[in-house]
């Protein structure tokens, strides 16, 4: 027999795995809008990609328990910020802060935190730009705010970020601390590169900005 109180709980769970699903989905949908109008403004993509995941419930429980807070709904409610995370890959260092601007304006949407581990890098090395953000969602009875946590970085900190995550999960590698060493030394190569991309879309479209420019005294109207 399994006790009410257990499957009562379940369902609770259940259900706020439910709402936070719900609230990616908002937010998900708020920067396929902005991809979409940036796109057509620029002619290009800012956002190459949007990954999302509900935090399971053994690493809900894990958190929980390591910042010792209850393990209840309502304390997951109150204590945990990342329970919703949506992954935002840009191409370009100054598309993220667009989009995160961007987002940040718009009048639904509280930022409760930001964190900026790309002007303040990790000791390891890792970049990255985090918000947290309030979103009302709009459910059968009612409506509520919903906590999302956002991480915006480039398609190159993201692949740093996967290596290094690998990493962690196999915390008893030989050489470990050699191969933080040398991952740490790609991450500057690699914000280094970030960089260096940027300036040379940016003489690019300067390129092109003056090309259009001659074509008009050429041809005006
Ligand atoms: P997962 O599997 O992505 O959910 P905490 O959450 O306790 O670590 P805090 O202050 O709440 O600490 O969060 P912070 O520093 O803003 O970072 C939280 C998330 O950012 C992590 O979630 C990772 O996704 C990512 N992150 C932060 N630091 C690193 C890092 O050094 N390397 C990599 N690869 N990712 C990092 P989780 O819950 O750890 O993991």
Same mark, same amino acid.
């Given at each position: 027999? #399994?006790?009410?109180?257990?499957?009562?709980? @379940? +369902? &609770?769970?259940?259900?706020?795995?439910?709402?936070?699903?719900?609230? $990616? /989905?908002?937010?998900?949908?708020?920067?396929?809008?902005?991809?979409?109008?940036?796109?057509?403004?620029?002619?290009?993509?800012?956002?190459?990609?949007?990954?999302?995941?509900?935090?399971?419930?053994?690493?809900?429980?894990?958190?929980?328990?390591?910042?010792?807070?209850?393990?209840?709904?309502?304390?997951?409610?109150?204590?945990?910020?990342?329970?919703?995370?949506?992954?935002?890959?840009?191409?370009?260092?100054?598309? #993220?802060?667009?989009?995160?601007?961007?987002? @940040? +304006? &718009?009048?639904?949407?509280?930022?409760?935190?930001?964190?900026?581990? $790309? /002007?303040?890098?990790?000791?390891?090395?890792?970049?990255?730009?985090?918000?947290?953000?309030?979103?009302?969602?709009?459910?059968?009875?009612?409506?509520?705010?919903?906590?999302?946590?956002?991480?915006?970085?480039?398609?190159?900190?993201?692949?740093?970020?996967?290596?290094?995550?690998?990493?962690?999960?196999?915390?008893?590698?030989?050489?470990?601390?050699?191969?933080?060493?040398?991952?740490?030394?790609?991450?500057?190569? #690699?914000?280094?590169?970030?960089?260096?991309?940027?300036?040379?879309?940016?003489?690019?479209?300067?390129?092109?900005?003056?090309?259009?420019?001659?074509?008009?005294?050429?041809?005006?109207?």
């Amino acid at each position: 027999e #399994i006790p009410e109180s257990f499957l009562n709980e @379940a +369902r &609770q769970f259940r259900e706020l795995n439910m709402r936070y699903t719900c609230a $990616i /989905r908002e937010v998900k949908t708020k920067l396929e809008v902005l991809n979409d109008d940036l796109a057509i403004r620029n002619q290009r993509n800012p956002i190459q990609m949007i990954k999302s995941r509900v935090k399971k419930p053994e690493s809900i429980i894990e958190k929980l328990h390591r910042r010792g807070f209850p393990i209840s709904v309502k304390s997951v409610r109150e204590n945990l910020y990342d329970v919703a995370g949506i992954r935002v890959i840009c191409s370009f260092v100054d598309d #993220i802060y667009t989009v995160a601007e961007m987002l @940040a +304006r &718009q009048d639904d949407i509280n930022v409760l935190m930001v964190k900026d581990y $790309i /002007r303040c890098p990790k000791v390891n090395g890792y970049r990255s730009y985090h918000m947290i953000i309030e979103v009302p969602v709009f459910f059968s009875d009612r409506k509520e705010n919903m906590r999302v946590e956002v991480q915006i970085r480039t398609i190159a900190m993201d692949f740093w970020a996967s290596l290094d995550h690998q990493m962690k999960y196999k915390k008893d590698v030989e050489d470990a601390s050699e191969i933080s060493e040398e991952l740490k030394e790609c991450a500057e190569v #690699i914000a280094q590169t970030d960089l260096k991309m940027l300036s040379l879309r940016r003489k690019i479209e300067d390129r092109e900005s003056k090309e259009n420019l001659l074509q008009f005294d050429k041809d005006p109207m």
